[in-house]
C-alpha cells in the first residue's frame, strides 16, 4: 500500500516548457520509479481552480521514510549535470513529504490508474493550523462530515489526510477525481461553504494558513490519459 508523498510544486518559463517535461517524463520519473519503495508517479499542470498555476510532480512510495532512504538533500548531491541543469529550470519550487493519516474511497475509484496512480484530476491543499483546538475541531470535520461526504460523491476517486514528515506546512488533504467537469459540478458547490460562517467548513477554514501553492487543482499530464478510459462513464449519462 502507498502511504507516503512526496510532492514537489514549482513553476516554468514557457521558453524551457517543451525541453524540461521531455526530460522529466522520459528520463526523471521512469529513474524515480526504478528505486526501491517507489509504487507510483504522477504529474499534474495545475491552474484550473485553487490559487495557482505551475507543476506539481506527486511520488507514492511505501511509507514516507521510502523517501528518506535517501533523503532529497541527498539525491541533490548525486545528481548528473544534466539533472542539475533540467532541476534549475523550475522557479520558485516548494517540497514535502507526506504521511497518509487516513483515506477514503470514492463511488469512482475504480478510474484511478494505472495500477495505484492517482486519477486524472487531483485537488490538494497543504496547510497549517492556528491552534491545537482549531486542529481538534479540523479533524472532527474530517472524520464526521467531509470524508464521509466524498464516498458517495459523483465524480470523486478518493481523498487522503496527510501529515507532514518533512515540509513548513503540517497538514494536506489530497483529492482525486474522474474530471474537471464533475470537480466543478459536484464538489465545488461544497467548497463554497468556506466562505459561510454558519457552516462547520466556514468555521475552520479562516483559521488554517495554506501554503503559496495550496489550494491547488491539477490534471494529469503523465502517465497521459488515454481518451477512451472515461468512455463508459460518458455513456452512461455521468460526463
Known amino acids: ?31 524515480k520509479l526504478s528505486r526501491p519503495g517507489y ?13 495557482c498555476s505551475g507543476y506539481l510532480a506527486l511520488f507514492g512510495g511505501i511509507t ?20 542539475k541543469r533540467m532541476i534549475g529550470m523550475r522557479q520558485q519550487p516548494a517540497a514535502c513529504i507526506l504521511a497518509e493519516e487516513t483515506r477514503v474511497n470514492g463511488p469512482d475509484v475504480t478510474q484511478r490508474g ?15 493550523a492556528a491552534s491545537p483546538a482549531v486542529e481538534d475541531d479540523l479533524g472532527a470535520w474530517y472524520a464526521q462530515q467531509r470524508l464521509p461526504l466524498l ?3 459523483p465524480g470523486c476517486i478518493g481523498a487522503r489526510k496527510l501529515l507532514a514528515t518533512v515540509g513548513v506546512w503540517k497538514h494536506a ?10 470537480r466543478e459540478r459536484h464538489f465545488a458547490p461544497h467548497e463554497a ?11 475552520v477554514r479562516p483559521q488554517l494558513t495554506h501554503a503559496p501553492y ?20 460518458t455513456r452512461g449519462g455521468l460526463l
Open 173 to 182: 488533504i489530497f483529492h482525486e477525481f474522474v474530471s474537471l467537469e464533475l
Open 39 to 51: 509504487l507510483w508517479a504522477a504529474h499534474y499542470e495545475l491552474g484550473y481552480g485553487g490559487r
Open 114 to 128: 494505472p495500477g495505484m496512480t492517482p486519477g486524472p484530476v487531483i485537488q490538494i491543499g497543504n496547510y497549517s
Open 64 to 83: 514516507a521514510h521510502t523517501f528518506l532512504n535517501p533523503s532529497p538533500g541527498q539525491l541533490a548531491q548525486r545528481q548528473s549535470p544534466e539533472t
Open 151 to 153: 464516498t458517495a460523491l
Open 214 to 233: 495550496s489550494p491547488a487543482v491539477g490534471r494529469r499530464i503523465w502517465p497521459e490519459v488515454k481518451a477512451g478510459c472515461f468512455l463508459m462513464r
Open 193 to 203: 461553504e468556506a466562505h459561510d460562517p454558519g457552516t462547520w467548513m466556514g468555521r
Open 1 to 31: 500500500m502507498d502511504r507516503g508523498i512526496w510532492a514537489i510544486w514549482y513553476g516554468l518559463a514557457a521558453e524551457n516548457k517543451t525541453e524540461y517535461l521531455a526530460w522529466f517524463h522520459r528520463v526523471h520519473m521512469p529513474e
